[in-house]
């Protein structure tokens, strides 16, 4: 069964503390992986796309990483302005309408 | 500036009643979509279009139902048949298919 599991599901940090979010899938036919936040009581905000393993992207201080059976957020010397929920999603197989969606991971960032 | 519009924010229904959602576009993009959030649960598909007058169901389709007359409009109505409406609705497009989702700020809706 194709699937998505993100970890931890919430995780706390001090501002500048470093660390790192999962997004491990079990999907036939990666075509792309997809991170997104998400503000309460917001729609998602689109953040990268991964395309194949190996790739990495990275905007301001988060940076993405995609492996065979993963993906990875980095978030470097974090800001509490960075705290939100971030979501995976994974695109796979002959249907290009068809994501896989995690059930994301509540970041918080203290002062 | 470009982007999706879903009204009501917050939207309230009887039980045995039917209620719209509203999604409106400017992007031009030709695919839409309406998802459903639940807390702890990944986003779960409804249904979705990919051109003007023709709509796929997802994985959840029961009580829901959509139209897409026009391009940039795919309009979301929960009927009474969903038992258990309660939820965070999201509307996305997408301008090709394999790039990432343009959501908009979403439609909470409660059961009275």
């Known amino acids: 069964e194709d699937q998505v599991t993100q970890s931890p599901e919430a995780l706390r940090l001090q501002e500048g503390e470093s660390s790192s979010l999962n997004c491990s899938y079990t999907v036939s036919g990666l075509r792309g992986l997809f991170w997104y936040r998400q503000d309460p009581g917001k729609g998602p905000e689109f953040l990268f796309t991964l395309y194949s393993a190996g790739e990495e992207k990275e905007k301001e201080r988060l940076k993405a990483t995609l492996t065979k059976k993963e993906s990875f957020l980095h978030i470097t010397a974090p800001k509490p302005e960075d705290s939100a929920t971030y979501l995976c999603a994974v695109q796979a197989g002959n249907n290009f309408n068809k994501f896989y969606f995690g059930s994301g991971t509540k970041l918080n960032v203290k002062p | 500036d470009g982007g999706i519009t879903q009204s009501p924010k917050y939207l309230f229904r009887k039980e045995g009643q039917n209620v719209t959602l509203s999604c409106e576009q400017n992007?031009?993009?030709?695919?839409m979509y309406w998802y459903r959030q639940d807390p702890g649960q990944g986003l779960r598909l409804i249904y979705y279009?990919?051109?003007?007058?023709?709509?796929q169901k997802g994985d959840i389709a029961e009580g829901y139902s959509v139209s897409r007359e026009k391009k940039e409009s795919f309009p979301l109505t929960v009927t009474s048949a969903q038992k258990n409406p309660t939820a965070f609705y999201l509307c996305a497009s997408q301008s090709s298919p394999n790039y990432g989702y343009t959501f908009g700020s979403g439609t909470r809706l409660t059961v009275v």
């Open positions: 279009s990919q051109i003007v007058n023709d709509f």
């Open positions: 992007l031009n993009h030709d695919a």
